[in-house]
């Protein structure tokens, strides 16, 4: 007995006429005829009666026919599933990101991607970038976002969203009148950065933002996410560099300047392992980077 045979016998069955059926299966009548009396034989029984003017099933083939349409089902789910799964519109899918991508419109993303593919297993799980790198290694996760540069062999990294950073300042520092704030101006302040743990890159990113305006930060406070870092500025601990979209977490007792000349930016990026295909991911990381602009930015939408 073969699949095909089954849905011969569907056919004739919804249709009660070969002519009919053969037409809807793009198949001459004969043939058709043909694979019905071998499947009858196969079952040993009898699933139509045949006259010249009328077929009708048989009781045998009305009790054969609701376990085919199960099995049918059955097999018409399984290949559905496995496009899908070709697509990349089913399966599991699991998300490492830094907490400050929220305010960069993930969640938006997110629940829209969620609508758009609702058979994707979405999982979130909150980390630091160097654990998402580690956790992208061990297979742990399958798709990370990060707002550090990052350059690892194992892994192919998408800037989705390049921001300019500002600077938050005490409401009552001197530089706080000012509509922007050369950084330079800030060579002798204390700055707060913004580090979650073990993580150094952007503390290495502020080094070199400050070191093109010609001095080396006295960075001697960190804050782990980015309103750490503004309510320590609030406390009158230093000032802190954030991107611009964080500036929205702005704490009581803080301002946010933008820097003149700008051009310290920081990026948004996706990453996931070079080596290890999944069409999840691939489906994944290909909608974000279509549905960003043309400066790459992910958006709220």
């Known amino acids: 007995m073969e699949v095909r045979q089954l849905r011969y016998f569907a056919a004739v069955a919804r249709h009660l006429h070969f002519g009919e059926a053969a037409r809807e299966l793009h198949m001459a009548q004969p043939p058709l005829s043909q694979q019905i009396i071998r499947l009858e034989q196969e079952l040993g029984v009898r699933l139509f009666h045949r006259t010249s003017r009328q077929v009708e099933l048989t009781d045998e083939g009305r009790l054969l026919l609701d376990a085919v349409r199960v099995v049918l089902g059955d097999l018409d789910h399984v290949e559905d599933l496995a496009r899908s799964l070709r697509d990349g519109t089913a399966g599991p899918l699991r ?25 994707v297993d979405i999982t979130v799980t909150q980390m630091p970038v160097i654990d998402q790198v580690r956790a992208l290694s061990d297979d742990a996760i399958d798709v990370g976002f990060l707002l550090s540069r990052v350059d690892y062999d194992h892994l192919v990294v998408h800037e989705l969203s390049v921001e300019p950073v500002v600077v938050a300042l005490p409401e009552d520092h001197p530089q706080a009148a000012r509509a922007e704030v050369a950084l330079a101006d800030l060579a002798d302040e204390t700055f707060v950065a913004w580090q979650a743990p073990y993580d150094e890159h952007f503390d290495d990113f502020i080094a070199g933002a400050c070191a093109r305006a010609g001095f080396v930060p006295n960075m001697q406070f960190h804050g782990p996410q980015v309103h750490t870092v503004l309510h320590m500025v609030a406390a009158g601990f230093g000032v802190g560099m954030i991107p611009r979209r964080d500036s929205v977490l702005r704490a009581p007792g803080t301002v946010v300047r933008p820097l003149a000349p700008p051009g310290a930016k920081v990026a948004l990026s996706v990453a996931h392992h070079r080596h290890r295909h999944n069409a999840a991911v691939s489906n994944f990381v290909g909608w974000l980077l279509r549905h960003s602009d043309g400066e790459g930015r992910l958006g709220t939408a």
Do not use: K, M, T
């Open 95 to 119: 998300i490492g990101f830094v907490a400050s991508v929220l305010n960069w419109g993930l969640a938006a993303r997110l629940r829209r991607y969620r609508r758009l593919h609702p058979d």
